[in-house]
T-cell receptor, first 113, second 107 residues
Framework: DTGVSQNPRHKITKRGQNVTFRCDPI?????LYWYRQTLGQGPEFLTY????????KSRLLSDRFSAERPKGSFSTLEIQRTEQGDSAMYLC???????????FGPGTRLTVT | RKEVEQDPGPFNVPEGATVAFNCTYS??????FFWYRQDCRKEPKLLMS???SGNEDGRFTAQLNRASQYISLLIRDSKLSDSATYLC????????FGKGTRLHILP
């Protein structure tokens, strides 16, 4: 399977715990994006990388959120001190520089209890 | 005005009919627009890209009207399997998505 992969697929955690998600993009794609989606909404942009450089972060990305892409390949998204409002589907996507078509992974569904 | 707006639906359409969705956007600088299909509890899947005036792929046609700042998606000869949520988005780096339009194809 050469698509975008994400792990874990599901995560249930208690409020206040830290969680980390991983995304492996399509191998030749140098751009990697994180989005968050809640029920009835479209995906909301969080941040994106071009190779290992984090080029943009949304205002949605509070200080509790951090993302890395250390070698320009896979990326991690960490949420510290989780809150119930963090419950959502976290989607990763990747693309070439151009064209910009983004291909999504299956997502990580986070439930904070 | 929200950056990307879509009618949430649902659109209930008999099988075989033609259905059209519109999506309006506010950022006139965007050059790239997309339609994604999303099934329940699944990830969005790219349906079509629109960089110029339009694009066609089989039963699906997307058109871009820059003057009026909207993108449309036309589905001809609709199938039961077309039932899904259709997301519109625009942007040259990040994509700003609408909330999606739900489509139900009725047998």
């Amino acid at each position: 399977d050469t698509g975008v992969s994400q792990n874990p697929r599901h995560k249930i955690t208690k409020r206040g715990q830290n969680v980390t998600f991983r995304c492996d993009p399509i191998s030749e794609h140098n751009r990697l994006y994180w989005y968050r989606q809640t029920l009835g909404q479209g995906p909301e942009f969080l941040t994106y990388f071009q190779n290992e450089a984090q080029l943009e972060k949304s205002r949605l990305l509070s200080d509790r959120f951090s993302a890395e892409r250390p070698k320009g390949s896979f990326s991690t998204l960490e949420i510290q001190r989780t809150e119930q409002g963090d419950s959502a589907m976290y989607l990763c996507a990747s693309s070439l520089d151009t064209p910009y078509e983004q291909y999504f992974g299956p997502g990580t569904r986070l439930t904070v209890t | 005005r929200k950056e990307v707006e879509q009618d949430p639906g649902p659109f209930n359409v008999p099988e075989g009919a033609t259905v059209a969705f519109n999506c309006t956007y506010s950022n006139s600088a965007s050059q790239s627009f997309f339609w994604y299909r999303q099934d329940c509890r699944k990830e969005p899947k790219l349906l079509m890209s629109v960089y110029s005036s339009g694009n066609e792929d089989g039963r699906f046609t997307a058109q871009l009207n820059r003057a009026s700042q909207y993108i449309s998606l036309l589905i001809r000869d609709s199938k039961l399997s077309d039932s899904a949520t259709y997301l519109c988005g625009g942007g040259d780096d990040k994509i700003i998505f609408g909330k999606g339009t739900r489509l139900h194809i009725l047998p």
